[in-house]
């Protein structure tokens, strides 16, 4: 839990919200207090981390091999959408990188649920994340 916390983490304190640019930005109503996004990602990446366990412990072989592959290439995926938005500033890229982590996450949250129903639950939230922070995306693009 702690390390996907610590490397969930990185890619915003290494390129954040806090730039002239994002500043900026024209905010969409329906943009969230900050706050909001450190409790959230917080939360999430908790959530991600029990259900990382859960499936390691409760699996072996191929089976866990393929879903923890699956794991992470959709966490390389969530980590590559702030250094898109806030570091190079792309927001056309960002919303494609939120476009394929959507998809990815529903597949991981359904091989982890094959190996452990309660891992697959506790990706649901994230599911749920990753499809506002698609829209949130998709807003900022068409606002500025």
Same mark, same amino acid.
Request: charged letters at 10%.
């Given at each position: 839990?702690?390390?996907?916390?610590?490397?969930?983490?990185? !890619?915003?304190?290494?390129?954040?919200?806090?730039?002239?640019?994002?500043?900026?930005?024209?905010? !969409?109503?329906?943009?969230?207090?900050?706050?909001? /996004?450190?409790?959230?990602?917080?939360?999430?990446?908790?959530?991600?981390?029990?259900?990382?366990?859960?499936?390691?412990?409760?699996?072996?072989?191929?089976?866990?091999?393929?879903?923890?592959?699956?794991?992470?290439?959709?966490?390389?995926?969530? %980590?590559?959408?702030?250094?898109?938005?806030?570091?190079?500033?792309?927001?056309?890229?960002?919303?494609?990188?939120?476009?394929? %982590?959507?998809?990815?996450?529903?597949?991981?949250?359904?091989? /982890?649920?094959?190996?452990?129903?309660?891992?697959?639950?506790?990706?649901? !939230?994230?599911?749920?994340?990753?499809?506002?922070?698609?829209?949130?995306?998709?807003? /900022?693009?068409?606002?500025?």
């Amino acid at each position: 839990m702690v390390a996907v916390n610590a490397v969930g983490a990185a !890619p915003a304190v290494l390129a954040g919200p806090d730039t002239a640019w994002f500043a900026a930005l024209e905010k !969409p109503v329906i943009y969230p207090p900050s706050v909001t /996004f450190a409790v959230v990602w917080t939360a999430l990446f908790t959530l991600q981390g029990v259900a990382v366990w859960l499936v390691a412990r409760g699996s072996t072989g191929r089976r866990r091999t393929t879903t923890l592959v699956a794991f992470g290439l959709q966490f390389v995926v969530n %980590l590559l959408w702030t250094p898109t938005f806030f570091g190079v500033q792309w927001i056309t890229g960002a919303l494609a990188v939120a476009g394929l %982590l959507v998809p990815a996450v529903a597949v991981t949250a359904w091989q /982890f649920g094959r190996i452990d129903r309660r891992a697959g639950v506790l990706l649901l !939230p994230y599911l749920l994340w990753a499809g506002f922070a698609t829209l949130l995306t998709y807003r /900022f693009l068409a606002l500025n």
